[in-house]
């Protein structure tokens, strides 16, 4: 079972990306999905959330700027970051929500510069 995310970049200030998170070796259409980041020295964090019926939820960090969404056909989860700032830079990484060990990837890098 792999969590594989991708769509990581360096962006300026202001930017956009979309992060895609492909699942394999298992379905998770039935799991809540979540996307954490870490930035160097910090603690992982949830960023935001989605259910198996696409119930979405945000930390008050990025709400208004970064959308979760869900593609069930192709078992894949997506982030879209909009007006990225230097401080949204970190390590993304998907996962179950909540986490479950087994299945932390390499993640993708996120660099905004200022």
């Known amino acids: 079972v792999q969590l594989q995310a991708s769509g990581g970049g360096l962006v300026q200030a202001g930017g956009s990306l979309r992060l895609s998170c492909a699942a394999s070796?298992?379905?998770?259409?039935?799991?809540?999905m979540g996307w954490y980041r870490q930035a160097p020295g910090k603690q992982r964090e949830l960023v935001a959330s989605?259910?198996?019926?696409?119930?979405?939820n945000y930390a008050n960090s990025v709400k208004g700027r970064f959308f979760i969404s869900r593609d069930n056909t192709k078992d894949t989860v997506y982030l879209q970051m909009i007006s990225l700032q230097p401080e949204d830079t970190a390590v993304y990484y998907c996962?179950?929500?909540?986490?479950?060990?087994?299945?932390w990837g390499q993640g993708t890098q996120v660099t905004v510069s200022s």
């Open positions: 989605i259910s198996s019926n696409e119930r979405t």
């Open positions: 070796g298992s379905t998770f259409n039935n799991y809540a």
């Open positions: 996962n179950t929500d909540p986490a479950i060990s087994a299945y």
